[in-house]
């Protein structure tokens, strides 16, 4: 009987991996568009060179406002706890503790990923009533949880600002003078 080790690299080697790889990708690949060619269905493709098609933005600007104001909606205390809340703390202690680089990071991060989010709403051709209502409180969560998963980041290096700066302030000050004492 082969060792053990020399047993299990012949199932790991690349050509098996490799192999094994695309024997479940290719069908998995096709699957999709296979069942909605077979029942006519639209998959709703999104292209996102559309976002560069003049006339195909103008026609569809009146998506813009609901897209924003139906994501801004998934986004509350209610749907989501306290995770939005000490986000926002997170980034204002960024800024707060000399982070601002840190902060500005985060606010970039999260206006950008809500601008992408609705240009696919504004350049997709799927009805935009039942779209929002079918995915807008799914595709929220990406905000929410990299916001909440930034949060930590921006706290403890703001955290570590003001600890060095309250260091520093304690190194500069002038020591306190002892109350005299008399003898009884």
Do not use: N
């Given at each position: 009987m082969p060792?053990?080790?020399?047993?299990?690299?012949?199932?790991?080697?690349?050509?098996?991996?490799?192999v094994?790889?695309?024997?479940?990708?290719?069908?998995?690949?096709?699957?999709?568009?296979?069942?909605?060619?077979?029942?006519?269905?639209?998959?709703?493709?999104?292209?996102?060179?559309?976002?560069?098609?003049?006339?195909?933005?103008?026609?569809?600007?009146?998506?813009?406002?609901?897209?924003?104001?139906?994501?801004?909606?998934?986004?509350?205390?209610?749907?989501?706890?306290?995770?939005?809340?000490?986000?926002?703390?997170?980034?204002?202690?960024?800024?707060?503790?000399?982070?601002?680089?840190?902060?500005?990071?985060?606010?970039?991060?999260?206006?950008?990923?809500?601008?992408?989010?609705?240009?696919?709403?504004?350049?997709?051709?799927?009805?935009?009533?039942?779209?929002?209502?079918?995915?807008?409180?799914?595709?929220?969560a990406?905000?929410?949880?990299?916001?909440?998963?930034?949060?930590?980041?921006?706290?403890?290096?703001?955290?570590?600002?003001?600890k060095?700066?309250?260091?520093?302030?304690?190194?500069?000050?002038?020591?306190?003078?002892?109350?005299?004492?008399?003898?009884?």
């Amino acid at each position: 009987m082969p060792p053990l080790h020399s047993f299990r690299s012949s199932f790991t080697s690349p050509h098996t991996t490799g192999v094994a790889h695309s024997a479940f990708s290719l069908p998995r690949a096709r699957l999709w568009p296979s069942f909605t060619s077979v029942h006519h269905l639209s998959t709703g493709d999104i292209h996102f060179s559309d976002a560069l098609r003049p006339g195909l933005l103008s026609a569809h600007a009146g998506r813009i406002a609901p897209s924003a104001h139906a994501l801004a909606g998934q986004v509350g205390v209610a749907k989501w706890g306290l995770l939005v809340p000490v986000t926002a703390v997170g980034v204002l202690a960024a800024f707060v503790g000399g982070r601002a680089v840190l902060g500005w990071f985060a606010v970039s991060w999260m206006v950008l990923s809500s601008s992408c989010l609705v240009l696919v709403y504004w350049i997709s051709s799927l009805p935009l009533h039942w779209y929002l209502a079918t995915s807008d409180y799914r595709i929220v969560a990406t905000l929410v949880v990299g916001g909440a998963a930034l949060t930590p980041l921006l706290a403890a290096d703001a955290w570590a600002g003001s600890k060095a700066a309250l260091r520093e302030l304690r190194a500069t000050r002038a020591p306190a003078i002892e109350p005299e004492t008399f003898p009884a």
